[in-house]
Protein backbone atom coordinates (compact mmCIF):
# COMPACT_ATOMS: atom_id res chain seq x y z
CA UNK A 1 0.00 0.00 0.00
CA UNK A 2 0.82 3.82 -0.67
CA UNK A 3 2.14 5.42 2.28
CA UNK A 4 -0.51 8.41 2.93
CA UNK A 5 0.51 11.06 4.18
CA UNK A 6 -1.36 12.67 7.42
CA UNK A 7 -4.23 15.32 6.12
CA UNK A 8 -5.67 17.43 9.00
CA UNK A 9 -8.67 18.11 9.71
CA UNK A 10 -10.98 21.01 7.97
CA UNK A 11 -12.03 23.86 10.68
CA UNK A 12 -15.31 23.17 12.48
CA UNK A 13 -17.52 25.75 13.84
CA UNK A 14 -15.83 25.74 17.34
CA UNK A 15 -13.10 26.39 15.59
CA UNK A 16 -14.29 29.67 14.31
CA UNK A 17 -15.56 31.12 17.70
CA UNK A 18 -14.52 33.90 19.62
CA UNK A 19 -15.18 35.99 22.74
CA UNK A 20 -14.87 40.28 22.21
CA UNK A 21 -13.55 41.70 25.13
CA UNK A 22 -13.69 45.79 25.63
CA UNK A 23 -11.50 47.68 27.15
CA UNK A 24 -13.00 48.00 30.25
CA UNK A 25 -12.10 44.45 30.09
CA UNK A 26 -15.82 42.68 29.91
CA UNK A 27 -17.52 40.61 27.64
CA UNK A 28 -19.63 41.26 24.34
CA UNK A 29 -22.69 39.61 25.49
CA UNK A 30 -26.26 38.29 23.84
CA UNK A 31 -29.11 38.87 26.02
CA UNK A 32 -32.08 36.34 24.61
CA UNK A 33 -34.76 38.01 26.81
CA UNK A 34 -34.20 41.37 26.00
CA UNK A 35 -33.28 41.09 22.61
CA UNK A 36 -30.62 43.38 23.17
CA UNK A 37 -26.69 43.03 23.24
CA UNK A 38 -24.29 44.24 26.34
CA UNK A 39 -20.85 44.68 27.43
CA UNK A 40 -20.94 43.19 31.13
CA UNK A 41 -19.77 39.85 31.07
CA UNK A 42 -16.86 39.08 33.07
CA UNK A 43 -16.56 35.70 32.06
CA UNK A 44 -16.48 33.84 28.80
CA UNK A 45 -19.80 31.57 28.68
CA UNK A 46 -22.58 30.75 25.65
CA UNK A 47 -23.68 33.95 25.66
CA UNK A 48 -20.28 35.81 24.95
CA UNK A 49 -19.26 33.14 22.11
CA UNK A 50 -19.63 34.28 18.51
CA UNK A 51 -18.97 32.68 15.60
CA UNK A 52 -17.06 34.86 12.91
CA UNK A 53 -18.46 33.96 9.40
CA UNK A 54 -16.40 35.50 6.25
CA UNK A 55 -17.25 36.69 3.30
CA UNK A 56 -14.48 38.19 2.42
CA UNK A 57 -11.04 38.33 4.11
CA UNK A 58 -7.30 40.23 2.98
CA UNK A 59 -4.02 40.29 5.21
CA UNK A 60 -5.54 43.06 7.57
CA UNK A 61 -9.16 42.97 7.61
CA UNK A 62 -12.17 40.90 6.95
CA UNK A 63 -15.57 41.25 6.03
CA UNK A 64 -17.90 39.60 8.53
CA UNK A 65 -20.76 38.30 10.32
CA UNK A 66 -21.57 37.70 13.99
CA UNK A 67 -23.53 35.01 14.82
CA UNK A 68 -24.68 33.47 18.59
CA UNK A 69 -24.66 29.99 19.78
CA UNK A 70 -28.72 30.83 19.13
CA UNK A 71 -28.53 31.37 15.25
CA UNK A 72 -29.09 34.95 15.35
CA UNK A 73 -26.91 37.84 14.31
CA UNK A 74 -25.35 40.75 15.78
CA UNK A 75 -26.97 43.65 13.79
CA UNK A 76 -26.48 47.20 13.64
CA UNK A 77 -29.62 49.60 13.42
CA UNK A 78 -29.33 52.93 11.57
CA UNK A 79 -30.06 55.22 15.51
CA UNK A 80 -26.98 53.40 16.15
CA UNK A 81 -27.91 50.93 18.61
CA UNK A 82 -27.44 47.19 18.75
CA UNK A 83 -30.00 44.26 18.56
CA UNK A 84 -29.84 40.48 17.43
CA UNK A 85 -31.93 39.02 15.08
CA UNK A 86 -31.99 37.86 11.50
CA UNK A 87 -30.77 40.09 8.62
CA UNK A 88 -32.95 42.25 6.82
CA UNK A 89 -30.73 42.77 3.29
CA UNK A 90 -27.39 41.34 1.92
CA UNK A 91 -25.41 44.35 3.96
CA UNK A 92 -27.46 44.04 7.04
CA UNK A 93 -25.16 42.77 10.03
CA UNK A 94 -21.99 43.01 8.02
CA UNK A 95 -18.79 44.30 9.37
CA UNK A 96 -15.40 45.09 8.55
CA UNK A 97 -13.45 43.61 11.04
CA UNK A 98 -9.64 45.61 11.04
CA UNK A 99 -6.64 43.44 12.85
CA UNK A 100 -4.45 45.82 14.26
CA UNK A 101 -0.54 45.31 15.19
CA UNK A 102 -1.16 44.90 19.16
CA UNK A 103 -3.60 41.77 18.33
CA UNK A 104 -6.88 43.60 19.32
CA UNK A 105 -9.42 44.22 16.24
CA UNK A 106 -12.18 46.91 15.12
CA UNK A 107 -15.27 45.83 13.85
CA UNK A 108 -17.27 48.65 11.76
CA UNK A 109 -20.42 48.37 10.48
CA UNK A 110 -20.68 48.70 6.54
CA UNK A 111 -23.98 50.32 6.04
CA UNK A 112 -23.21 53.28 8.54
CA UNK A 113 -19.23 53.00 8.50
CA UNK A 114 -19.63 53.22 12.87
CA UNK A 115 -17.41 51.93 15.02
CA UNK A 116 -18.52 48.80 17.54
CA UNK A 117 -18.12 50.51 20.17
CA UNK A 118 -19.28 49.84 24.87
CA UNK A 119 -18.90 52.70 27.91
CA UNK A 120 -18.08 49.92 29.81
CA UNK A 121 -21.96 48.13 29.78
CA UNK A 122 -23.94 49.29 26.43
CA UNK A 123 -22.94 48.67 23.33
CA UNK A 124 -23.85 50.31 20.08
CA UNK A 125 -22.44 52.07 16.96
CA UNK A 126 -22.61 55.92 16.73
CA UNK A 127 -19.12 57.13 16.10
CA UNK A 128 -17.01 57.17 12.92
CA UNK A 129 -14.06 58.40 14.35
CA UNK A 130 -12.02 56.18 16.07
CA UNK A 131 -10.38 55.61 19.19
CA UNK A 132 -9.49 53.35 22.35
CA UNK A 133 -13.32 52.53 22.84
CA UNK A 134 -13.87 50.63 19.59
CA UNK A 135 -11.03 48.25 20.39
CA UNK A 136 -12.20 45.08 20.87
CA UNK A 137 -9.84 41.67 22.24
CA UNK A 138 -10.24 38.66 20.66
CA UNK A 139 -10.25 35.52 22.73
CA UNK A 140 -11.03 32.14 21.40
CA UNK A 141 -13.56 30.24 22.65
CA UNK A 142 -12.56 26.60 22.02
CA UNK A 143 -11.51 24.18 24.55
CA UNK A 144 -8.12 25.29 26.29
CA UNK A 145 -6.60 21.70 25.56
CA UNK A 146 -5.55 22.27 22.02
CA UNK A 147 -2.78 21.23 19.66
CA UNK A 148 -0.76 23.54 17.40
CA UNK A 149 -0.60 22.71 13.37
CA UNK A 150 2.48 25.06 11.56
CA UNK A 151 0.14 24.85 8.03
CA UNK A 152 4.06 26.01 6.78
CA UNK A 153 5.91 23.01 7.80
CA UNK A 154 2.74 20.52 8.21
CA UNK A 155 3.79 19.59 11.87
CA UNK A 156 2.57 20.04 15.12
CA UNK A 157 4.05 21.67 18.49
CA UNK A 158 5.20 18.68 20.58
CA UNK A 159 7.29 19.69 23.96
CA UNK A 160 10.36 17.88 24.72
CA UNK A 161 10.32 17.65 28.72
CA UNK A 162 13.80 16.12 28.63
CA UNK A 163 15.47 18.81 26.41
CA UNK A 164 13.01 21.24 28.39
CA UNK A 165 11.87 22.67 24.58
CA UNK A 166 9.04 22.71 21.83
CA UNK A 167 9.85 21.69 18.88
CA UNK A 168 7.42 21.83 15.68
CA UNK A 169 7.84 18.47 14.26
CA UNK A 170 5.44 15.87 14.90
CA UNK A 171 3.90 14.75 11.76
CA UNK A 172 1.12 13.39 13.30
CA UNK A 173 -1.02 15.02 16.46
CA UNK A 174 -1.25 11.35 18.40
CA UNK A 175 1.40 12.03 21.46
CA UNK A 176 0.32 13.55 24.84
CA UNK A 177 3.37 15.70 24.60
CA UNK A 178 1.68 17.27 21.20
CA UNK A 179 -1.89 18.87 23.37
CA UNK A 180 -1.10 22.10 25.05
CA UNK A 181 -3.50 24.05 28.07
CA UNK A 182 -4.26 27.61 27.00
CA UNK A 183 -4.59 29.96 30.00
CA UNK A 184 -5.66 33.14 29.67
CA UNK A 185 -4.83 35.61 32.77
CA UNK A 186 -4.81 39.46 32.29
CA UNK A 187 -4.96 39.81 28.34
CA UNK A 188 -2.04 37.63 27.92
CA UNK A 189 -2.29 33.45 27.18
CA UNK A 190 0.66 31.05 28.54
CA UNK A 191 1.18 27.67 27.42
CA UNK A 192 1.11 24.49 29.48
CA UNK A 193 2.51 21.53 28.60
CA UNK A 194 1.07 18.00 29.45
CA UNK A 195 3.79 17.74 31.95
CA UNK A 196 2.51 21.16 33.87
CA UNK A 197 5.29 22.99 32.74
CA UNK A 198 5.55 26.57 30.78
CA UNK A 199 7.18 28.05 27.62
CA UNK A 200 8.97 30.77 28.44
CA UNK A 201 10.25 33.59 26.83
CA UNK A 202 13.89 32.01 26.99
CA UNK A 203 12.53 29.38 24.69
CA UNK A 204 12.92 26.90 27.73
CA UNK A 205 10.35 25.49 29.66
CA UNK A 206 9.69 26.84 33.00
CA UNK A 207 7.80 25.15 36.37
CA UNK A 208 5.66 28.42 36.61
CA UNK A 209 3.54 30.76 35.57
CA UNK A 210 5.24 34.20 35.39
CA UNK A 211 5.85 37.59 33.07
CA UNK A 212 8.26 35.26 30.85
CA UNK A 213 5.67 33.13 29.96
CA UNK A 214 2.92 35.19 28.80
CA UNK A 215 2.42 35.70 24.75
CA UNK A 216 0.07 38.40 23.35
CA UNK A 217 -1.87 36.33 20.36
CA UNK A 218 -3.32 37.70 16.95
CA UNK A 219 -5.99 35.89 15.91
CA UNK A 220 -7.87 35.38 12.74
CA UNK A 221 -11.17 34.10 11.66
CA UNK A 222 -10.42 30.38 10.91
CA UNK A 223 -8.60 29.40 14.03
CA UNK A 224 -5.21 31.04 13.00
CA UNK A 225 -2.86 32.35 15.88
CA UNK A 226 0.41 34.03 16.13
CA UNK A 227 1.87 34.78 19.67
CA UNK A 228 4.38 37.10 20.24
CA UNK A 229 5.99 38.43 23.37
CA UNK A 230 4.14 42.23 22.95
CA UNK A 231 7.74 43.98 22.56
CA UNK A 232 8.44 43.01 18.35
CA UNK A 233 9.14 39.16 19.36
CA UNK A 234 7.25 36.44 17.17
CA UNK A 235 7.23 32.56 17.93
CA UNK A 236 7.89 30.58 15.21
CA UNK A 237 9.76 27.37 14.54
CA UNK A 238 13.61 28.23 14.08
CA UNK A 239 16.39 26.33 12.38
CA UNK A 240 16.40 22.87 10.95
CA UNK A 241 15.62 21.22 14.23
CA UNK A 242 12.42 23.59 14.38
CA UNK A 243 12.64 24.79 17.64
CA UNK A 244 10.06 26.81 18.59
CA UNK A 245 11.16 30.32 19.61
CA UNK A 246 10.71 33.72 19.40
CA UNK A 247 12.44 35.82 16.85
CA UNK A 248 11.93 38.79 14.39
CA UNK A 249 12.16 37.95 11.09
CA UNK A 250 10.00 35.32 10.11
CA UNK A 251 9.26 34.32 6.52
CA UNK A 252 6.43 33.52 4.61
CA UNK A 253 3.71 33.08 7.75
CA UNK A 254 5.95 31.16 9.48
CA UNK A 255 4.77 32.65 12.90
CA UNK A 256 1.04 31.44 12.12
CA UNK A 257 -0.33 28.51 13.21
CA UNK A 258 -4.23 26.69 13.37
CA UNK A 259 -5.00 26.11 16.74
CA UNK A 260 -7.67 23.33 17.44
CA UNK A 261 -9.13 21.12 20.23
CA UNK A 262 -6.75 18.60 20.73
CA UNK A 263 -7.86 14.97 19.33
CA UNK A 264 -8.70 12.11 20.54
CA UNK A 265 -6.27 9.15 20.75
CA UNK A 266 -7.44 5.72 21.98
CA UNK A 267 -6.25 2.17 22.39
CA UNK A 268 -8.09 -1.40 22.17
CA UNK A 269 -7.33 -3.96 23.57
CA UNK A 270 -9.11 -7.57 23.30
CA UNK A 271 -10.27 -10.08 25.74
CA UNK A 272 -6.86 -12.14 25.62
CA UNK A 273 -5.47 -8.83 26.65
CA UNK A 274 -3.71 -8.01 23.31
CA UNK A 275 -3.64 -4.58 21.85
CA UNK A 276 -5.03 -3.88 18.49
CA UNK A 277 -2.14 -2.85 16.11
CA UNK A 278 -1.86 -2.42 12.35
CA UNK A 279 0.70 -4.63 10.72
CA UNK A 280 2.13 -5.14 7.61
CA UNK A 281 0.78 -1.23 6.25
CA UNK A 282 -2.86 -2.30 6.54
CA UNK A 283 -3.85 -5.63 8.29
CA UNK A 284 -5.14 -4.98 11.98
CA UNK A 285 -4.89 -8.11 14.46
CA UNK A 286 -4.06 -8.38 18.48
CA UNK A 287 -1.11 -9.47 18.73
CA UNK A 288 1.06 -7.56 21.01
CA UNK A 289 1.36 -6.72 24.79
CA UNK A 290 3.02 -3.81 24.44
CA UNK A 291 1.40 -0.61 23.21
CA UNK A 292 3.43 1.67 20.12
CA UNK A 293 2.02 3.95 17.54
CA UNK A 294 0.96 1.78 15.22
CA UNK A 295 -1.72 0.49 18.62
CA UNK A 296 -3.58 4.16 18.18
CA UNK A 297 -6.99 5.36 16.80
CA UNK A 298 -8.16 8.79 16.72
CA UNK A 299 -11.19 8.28 17.91
CA UNK A 300 -13.88 10.57 15.68
CA UNK A 301 -17.65 10.12 16.33
CA UNK A 302 -20.22 12.04 15.62
CA UNK A 303 -22.32 13.47 18.46
CA UNK A 304 -25.83 13.06 16.84
CA UNK A 305 -25.43 9.77 15.55
CA UNK A 306 -23.37 6.93 18.11
CA UNK A 307 -21.46 6.09 14.83
CA UNK A 308 -17.77 6.13 15.06
CA UNK A 309 -14.40 6.28 12.91
CA UNK A 310 -10.81 4.97 13.66
CA UNK A 311 -8.20 6.08 12.20
CA UNK A 312 -5.04 5.19 12.31
CA UNK A 313 -1.15 6.45 12.51
CA UNK A 314 -0.98 5.58 8.94
CA UNK A 315 -3.56 8.00 8.08
CA UNK A 316 -6.20 5.54 6.97
CA UNK A 317 -9.60 4.41 8.50
CA UNK A 318 -10.87 0.87 9.65
CA UNK A 319 -13.09 -0.05 6.78
CA UNK A 320 -14.88 -3.54 6.59
CA UNK A 321 -14.05 -5.49 3.71
CA UNK A 322 -14.76 -8.22 1.38
CA UNK A 323 -14.71 -11.57 3.71
CA UNK A 324 -15.42 -9.98 6.46
CA UNK A 325 -12.03 -8.53 7.32
CA UNK A 326 -11.10 -5.08 8.51
CA UNK A 327 -8.51 -3.42 7.39
CA UNK A 328 -6.76 -0.28 8.57
CA UNK A 329 -7.22 1.14 4.14
CA UNK A 330 -10.17 2.80 4.26
CA UNK A 331 -11.25 7.05 3.49
CA UNK A 332 -12.98 9.71 5.37
CA UNK A 333 -16.09 9.35 2.92
CA UNK A 334 -17.06 5.67 2.78
CA UNK A 335 -19.54 3.89 4.33
CA UNK A 336 -17.77 0.84 5.08
CA UNK A 337 -15.51 2.96 7.63
CA UNK A 338 -18.15 3.89 10.00
CA UNK A 339 -18.95 1.78 13.37
CA UNK A 340 -21.73 1.92 15.05
CA UNK A 341 -20.79 2.08 18.58
CA UNK A 342 -22.16 0.57 21.91
CA UNK A 343 -20.85 0.48 25.71
CA UNK A 344 -20.78 -2.00 28.48
CA UNK A 345 -19.44 -0.59 31.71
CA UNK A 346 -16.53 0.65 30.29
CA UNK A 347 -15.87 -1.38 27.37
CA UNK A 348 -16.89 -1.05 24.02
CA UNK A 349 -18.49 -3.09 20.90
CA UNK A 350 -18.48 -2.19 17.74
CA UNK A 351 -20.55 -2.65 14.91
CA UNK A 352 -19.53 -3.02 11.35
CA UNK A 353 -22.18 -1.69 8.17
CA UNK A 354 -22.61 -5.20 7.91
CA UNK A 355 -24.58 -5.70 10.88
CA UNK A 356 -21.83 -7.95 12.71
CA UNK A 357 -20.00 -7.13 15.64
CA UNK A 358 -15.89 -7.07 15.36
CA UNK A 359 -14.10 -9.50 16.79
CA UNK A 360 -10.39 -11.30 16.84
CA UNK A 361 -10.33 -14.82 14.94
CA UNK A 362 -8.42 -17.56 16.06
CA UNK A 363 -5.00 -16.01 13.66
CA UNK A 364 -5.59 -12.39 16.00
CA UNK A 365 -6.79 -10.57 13.03
CA UNK A 366 -9.90 -8.25 13.68
CA UNK A 367 -13.08 -9.47 11.93
CA UNK A 368 -16.76 -8.40 11.63
CA UNK A 369 -18.38 -12.10 11.89
CA UNK A 370 -19.93 -12.45 15.48
CA UNK A 371 -23.71 -12.17 15.18
CA UNK A 372 -24.67 -12.04 18.75
CA UNK A 373 -21.93 -10.04 21.02
CA UNK A 374 -20.45 -11.60 24.07
CA UNK A 375 -17.45 -11.04 25.85
CA UNK A 376 -15.37 -11.92 23.35
CA UNK A 377 -16.66 -9.18 20.91
CA UNK A 378 -15.97 -6.46 24.07
CA UNK A 379 -12.63 -4.37 23.70
CA UNK A 380 -11.34 -2.39 26.40
CA UNK A 381 -11.00 1.29 25.92
CA UNK A 382 -8.14 4.01 27.10
CA UNK A 383 -7.58 6.92 26.49
CA UNK A 384 -3.96 7.15 24.86
CA UNK A 385 -3.18 11.05 24.90
CA UNK A 386 -4.62 12.28 28.09
CA UNK A 387 -2.80 12.24 31.30
CA UNK A 388 -5.57 14.54 32.65
CA UNK A 389 -8.46 15.57 31.87
CA UNK A 390 -9.86 19.31 31.49
CA UNK A 391 -13.92 19.40 31.56
CA UNK A 392 -16.27 21.86 30.52
CA UNK A 393 -19.81 21.65 30.68
CA UNK A 394 -23.16 23.98 29.52
CA UNK A 395 -21.79 26.11 32.45
CA UNK A 396 -17.90 26.43 32.56
CA UNK A 397 -15.26 24.69 33.04
CA UNK A 398 -14.95 22.06 36.46
CA UNK A 399 -12.41 23.52 38.86
CA UNK A 400 -12.34 24.52 42.42
CA UNK A 401 -12.67 27.96 44.16
CA UNK A 402 -11.84 30.19 46.93
CA UNK A 403 -15.24 30.89 47.86
CA UNK A 404 -16.40 27.02 47.81
CA UNK A 405 -14.98 23.59 49.37
CA UNK A 406 -17.22 22.09 47.04
CA UNK A 407 -16.00 21.15 43.33
CA UNK A 408 -17.84 24.15 40.95
CA UNK A 409 -18.28 23.52 37.26
CA UNK A 410 -18.79 27.25 36.41
CA UNK A 411 -15.19 27.70 36.45
CA UNK A 412 -14.12 30.38 33.66
CA UNK A 413 -10.50 27.90 33.77
CA UNK A 414 -9.89 24.61 34.83
CA UNK A 415 -7.87 21.94 37.14
CA UNK A 416 -6.69 19.59 35.49
CA UNK A 417 -7.77 15.83 36.60
CA UNK A 418 -4.51 13.68 36.40
CA UNK A 419 -5.99 10.23 35.39
CA UNK A 420 -4.72 7.20 36.92
CA UNK A 421 -6.07 4.31 35.38
CA UNK A 422 -7.29 1.41 37.29
CA UNK A 423 -9.28 -1.45 34.38
CA UNK A 424 -10.16 -0.08 30.77
CA UNK A 425 -12.41 2.30 30.56
CA UNK A 426 -11.97 2.53 34.63
CA UNK A 427 -10.53 5.87 35.87
CA UNK A 428 -9.34 7.24 39.38
CA UNK A 429 -9.37 11.46 39.53
CA UNK A 430 -6.40 12.65 41.22
CA UNK A 431 -6.81 16.39 42.18
CA UNK A 432 -3.66 19.01 41.58
CA UNK A 433 -2.81 18.58 44.88
CA UNK A 434 -2.36 14.64 44.71
CA UNK A 435 -5.13 13.79 46.60
CA UNK A 436 -8.15 12.26 45.43
CA UNK A 437 -12.00 13.22 44.54
CA UNK A 438 -14.19 12.16 47.11
CA UNK A 439 -18.37 12.46 46.61
CA UNK A 440 -20.68 13.16 49.65
CA UNK A 441 -24.03 11.64 50.38
CA UNK A 442 -25.47 14.60 48.85
CA UNK A 443 -23.76 13.85 44.90
CA UNK A 444 -21.12 16.35 45.28
CA UNK A 445 -17.48 16.45 45.14
CA UNK A 446 -14.37 17.56 47.53
CA UNK A 447 -10.76 17.20 45.72
CA UNK A 448 -8.93 16.23 48.77
CA UNK A 449 -10.27 13.01 49.16
CA UNK A 450 -7.39 10.26 50.75
CA UNK A 451 -8.83 7.30 49.12
CA UNK A 452 -8.66 6.56 45.61
CA UNK A 453 -12.16 6.10 43.73
CA UNK A 454 -13.43 4.63 40.83
CA UNK A 455 -15.08 6.85 38.07
CA UNK A 456 -16.14 5.21 34.49
CA UNK A 457 -15.69 7.60 31.37
CA UNK A 458 -17.54 6.75 28.23
CA UNK A 459 -16.98 8.53 24.89
CA UNK A 460 -19.90 10.07 23.62
CA UNK A 461 -18.20 11.96 20.67
CA UNK A 462 -15.13 13.18 19.46
CA UNK A 463 -14.34 15.81 22.17
CA UNK A 464 -16.93 14.72 24.29
CA UNK A 465 -17.48 12.12 27.48
CA UNK A 466 -19.69 11.45 30.40
CA UNK A 467 -18.78 10.45 33.70
CA UNK A 468 -20.64 7.54 35.44
CA UNK A 469 -19.53 8.57 39.23
CA UNK A 470 -18.75 5.96 42.27
CA UNK A 471 -22.42 6.54 43.73
CA UNK A 472 -23.63 4.94 40.43
CA UNK A 473 -25.15 7.81 38.69
CA UNK A 474 -23.72 10.36 36.29
CA UNK A 475 -21.91 12.98 36.89
CA UNK A 476 -23.87 16.74 35.59
CA UNK A 477 -23.24 20.47 35.57
CA UNK A 478 -25.38 22.52 37.86
CA UNK A 479 -27.29 25.92 37.29
CA UNK A 480 -26.55 26.89 40.71
CA UNK A 481 -22.40 26.00 40.24
CA UNK A 482 -21.89 23.40 42.00
CA UNK A 483 -21.24 19.81 40.36
CA UNK A 484 -23.14 16.78 40.98
CA UNK A 485 -23.51 13.22 40.82
CA UNK A 486 -27.59 12.83 40.81
CA UNK A 487 -28.69 11.67 37.27
CA UNK A 488 -29.64 8.91 36.39
CA UNK A 489 -29.88 9.35 32.64
CA UNK A 490 -27.80 10.73 30.04
CA UNK A 491 -28.86 14.36 30.04
CA UNK A 492 -27.43 17.45 28.10
CA UNK A 493 -25.81 18.37 31.43
CA UNK A 494 -24.27 15.18 32.15
CA UNK A 495 -22.12 15.77 28.77
CA UNK A 496 -18.92 17.22 28.90
CA UNK A 497 -16.18 18.52 26.72
CA UNK A 498 -12.69 17.24 27.15
Not at 93 to 118: A, D, P, V
Not at 185 to 206: I, K, M, N, P, W
Not at 325 to 341: L, Q, W, Y
Request: charged content about 20%; proline content about 5%.
Amino acid sequence: MEEVEWTPRQPRAEDLRVGLISWAGSYLTYEPYKNTVTATAKGLGRRQTWEILVSNQHDTQAVVRLRSLQGLYLLCEADGSLCYGRPRTSHHGCFLIRFHRNGQWTLQCIISGRYLESDGEDVFCTSRVLSAYHMWTPRPALHVHVILFSPLNHCYARADPTMGRVWVDAPIPCLEECGFLLHFQDGCYHLETSAHTFLSHLDRLVSQPSTQTAFHMQVRPGGLVALSDGEGGMLYPQGTRLLLSLGSNPHGGEEWFILQRCPTWISLMSKARKFLSVVYDVEVCAASEHISPMSLFQFECDNETPTLQLRSANGCYLAQRRHRAVMADGHPMECETFFRIHWNCGRILLQSPNGRFLCIAANGLLMSSATIPGPNEEFGIRLANRPFLALRGRYGYVGTSSEHDLLQCNMDQPDCIHLLPCRQGIYHFQAQGGSFWSITSFGTFRPWGKFALNFCIELQGSNLLTVLAPNGFYMRSDRSGTLLADSEDITKECIWEF
